[in-house]
């Protein structure tokens, strides 16, 4: 099953490996240093930071209310979901939709993300792609099905071959996710060159700018808040703590 | 000229004071005095070593400065700042600190306004406008104040538990319990909120409020095993439910029994602290009789 042991050249490793790893921190570097520069302050909306922190707050309720009274949670359940003065029933959002391609601000934060990201990404891929093809680069430590094969192994047209060797471009995109954390320690926290925190943050949509909809977000948060049954925690909680000494260490020393 | 050990020595040093001090930062520490200490001489003496943390350490210099009164270290400090930073935010707002130090409230809140002018969501800026309030003594325009700040940010615990403060100044025991109950739902593993809930209710009285002062007092010690202030208030708030007379049988040999548990828990725990001290029989004594006169009669 995994076949016979390849020794690859050491020359691969000196002037392959090495050098793409090199090559891609440098870029990384540069890449942050170059978002700093074209970075421009984001203009909060007071009424965007205002609705983010009150969804925040009626998931919390659904989350922690348990730990309330049950009075005290049902008056907050009640100042959000009451049919008529109920925050989420009352308040309506004015809606623009922003359109990416119109709204200008929008545009260009867009075209500068996919110019310091994306564009350095293809180029330099698609260099290290042609300039070190043809032959096999390194080894991943786990097995790999056959199905990677035509995507970690182009340019090797070996039908044999493990698909766990791959080529020099499958081990610049390793290095590029790799290198986050090193990019942390010379950077420091928040560096523009972590470009999977950029991807995450896309998916997540972050806590601080609102989804374009408030309406939806406000409607939905209304349905999730009006299932919730309030279980206190607290039910037995003398119970629970006597039934063992308490521990008193670490408190007279 | 310093030899190399000494030169690594005073690497170490810097090292060292520059970590401490961000413990404290980012601990929230207001230990002033030692912070102006070591900050002065970091300050003064090592500034070269410290790059680009020492604006930082300037802010929180500057800060301490004020609050030990010392009001030439945080000239200088804010000095140092604004040459680095002309039009920052957070520089005015530092700015307007020293003013407030200075009793120069007016002048202040000129600062304060400007930032707020130039950029309406500074939350900086609105609370130090409200601090102004509270230190000139107003305190219903402070809770008007904070009340407004804090139907926009509703998030900011910071601000719910100012609020919480100014209401228990002001005896309004109903609404600090409101706002401390924001923090519980936000924080539900801090026990301190928790206890402070508990005392809340309990000063609140009645009943159904010393119930639920002695629930969450035990609350307080489940997360915390060793509060103190918690179990002292378990005892009291069950000894209460336990003497009313309006309580049923069932109800009373409950409360009677968390007394109990909660009376030999003190005592361990003053035995435990007296071990191998010599007065430790004395205050076991003291405190079993403390315990008995604090004890309300039972009818």
Redesign the interface.
Known sequence: MAGPELLLDSSIRLWVVLPIVFITFIVGVLRHYVTQLLHNEKKVDLQQVSDSQVLLRSRILRENGKYLPKQSFAMRKHYFNNPETGFFKKVKRKVIPKNPMTDTSMLTDMMKGNLTNVLPMILIGGWINWAFSGFVTTKVPFPLTLRFKPMLQRGIELLSLDASWVSSASWYFLNVFGLRSMYTLILGQDNAADQSRIMQDQMTGAAMAMPPDPNKAFKSEWEALEIVEHRWALENVEEELMCQDLNFRGLFS | ILSIPELFLLYRFTNYMRDKLRKWREENYRNSEQIVDVGEELINEHASKLGDDIWIIYEQVMIAALDCSRDDLAWSCLQELKRQFPDSHRVKRLAGMRLEALERYEDANKLYDSILQDD??NTAARKRKISILRAQGKSSEAIRELNEYLE????DQEAWHELSELYINEHDYAKAA?CL?EL???N?HNHLYCEQYAEVKYTQGGLENLE?A???F??A??LN??N?RA?FGLYMSASHIAASPKVSAKVKKDNVK?AA?ATS?IS??YQ??G?GKKENKCSVKAVEEMLESMQITMS
Request: net charge positive.
């Open positions: 309406p969501t926009q940010f509703v998030g409101f109950e519980m739902m936000t539900p639920l002695r629930k969450y035990a609350q010690l489940k095993n060793r103190m179990l968390y548990w828990q361990r725990a435990m602290a071990r």
